[in-house]
């Protein structure tokens, strides 16, 4: 056994790339560190989806700290910028896309209960400290949450992010052959 190495890493997963990114967009409510952001590139660039909306005070490339952790990927994921993230979810659901927030609250659904009905599918996530804007939260057609099982009760915004854009590409891709 040996490691691949990058040149060989993307032929083995290119011939799983379908034509078109996955039907999943991403909104960034006011993420307050660049650093997130640009993991949050790197991680959307990895998944292949849609697109990403940064909204508010998130920040936008070109910018040194987005930079350092997206690795390049700015350059290859689609992405527009919105001064209010209520403006970007309506922009979103004219255009077509189901409004999911990933916020845990009183009426929240596992992640995992999302199904292929909720594609196209524009996944919210909110400010490391307040979360998702509450205006935003009432026009979300699903909220969603991912269950954890230690005491802190909530995982780092970027993780949370990989975790359910990995969940949900589940939900929407083909299954692997073979």
């Known amino acids: 056994m040996r490691k691949l190495t990058g040149e060989e890493k993307n032929k083995h997963w290119e011939r799983f790339r379908p034509p078109k990114r996955f039907p999943i967009a991403a909104v960034l409510d006011n993420i307050r560190s660049a650093y997130n952001v640009g993991s949050m590139f790197r991680t959307a660039e990895?998944?292949?989806?849609?697109e990403l909306i940064l909204c508010g005070?998130?920040?936008?490339?070109?910018?040194k700290e987005v930079e350092k952790t997206a690795l390049g990927t700015t350059q290859l994921v689609p992405w527009r910028y919105f001064p209010d993230t209520l403006e970007a979810v309506r922009t979103l659901k004219d255009e077509g896309w189901k409004i999911v927030a990933l916020e845990i609250t009183d009426e929240s659904i596992p992640i995992q209960s999302v199904?292929?009905?909720?594609?196209?599918l524009a996944l919210v996530v909110g400010n490391e400290l307040s979360g998702v804007d509450d205006r935003v939260l009432s026009q979300a057609d699903l909220v969603v949450e991912i269950p954890q099982f230690g005491k802190k009760e909530s995982l780092n915004v970027a993780v949370a992010f990989g975790v359910a854009v990995f969940l949900l590409l589940e939900k929407c891709r083909p299954p692997f052959p073979g």
């Open 57 to 63: 005070i998130t920040a936008q490339p070109p910018h």
């Open 115 to 120: 199904g292929a009905e909720h594609f196209p």
């Open 46 to 50: 990895c998944a292949y989806i849609s």
